[in-house]
Nanobody
Framework: QVQLVASGGGLVQPGGSLRLSCAAS????????MGWYRQAPGKQRELVAS???????DYTNSVKGRFTISRDNAKNTVYLQMNSLKPEDTAAYYC???????????????WGQGTQVTVSS
C-alpha cells in the first residue's frame, strides 16, 4: 500500500517563505507525475504546480516566479518552495502523485493529506 505524507505548512508573514514536502512510502510502485494542489475556504481546488517524471514543470500563473517545484526520485519526494508569500496563497495544500503499484498495473492518482499554509501579519 502506498501513502503520501505531506509536511511543511504553517503560519508565515506576507513576503515570507515556506517549503512543503511530500514523500511516498511503500514498495514496488513507480511514480510518474507529481504535483501540488491547493484549496482555499469557499473555493475550488486548483493545481498549483506539477512536475513530470522527465522533469517538465508547469505552474499556475499566480505563483510563477515565486514558487518552485522539484522532486527527488530516489526519495520518492516532491517539494514546493514558496517564496514571497501573499495572503491569497492561504489554503490547504495537497500533494498528488500519479503512480503504478506494480508493472502492468495502470497508473492512478494518489493524494496526500492536506497541509495548511496561512499567510497573515
Amino acid at each position: 500500500q502506498v501513502q503520501l505524507v505531506a509536511s511543511g505548512g504553517g503560519l508565515v508573514q506576507p513576503g515570507g517563505s515556506l517549503r512543503l514536502s511530500c514523500a511516498a512510502s511503500g514498495s514496488g510502485f513507480r511514480i510518474y507525475g507529481m504535483g501540488w494542489y491547493r484549496q482555499a475556504p469557499g473555493k475550488q481546488r486548483e493545481l498549483v504546480a506539477s512536475i513530470s517524471s522527465g522533469g517538465s514543470i508547469d505552474y499556475t500563473n499566480s505563483v510563477k516566479g515565486r514558487f518552485t517545484i522539484s522532486r527527488d526520485n530516489a526519495k520518492n519526494t516532491v517539494y514546493l518552495q514558496m517564496n514571497s508569500l501573499k495572503p491569497e496563497d492561504t489554503a490547504a495544500y495537497y500533494c498528488i502523485a500519479k503512480l503504478s503499484l506494480r508493472p502492468g498495473v495502470a497508473a492512478t492518482d494518489y493524494w496526500g493529506q492536506g497541509t495548511q499554509v496561512t499567510v497573515s501579519s
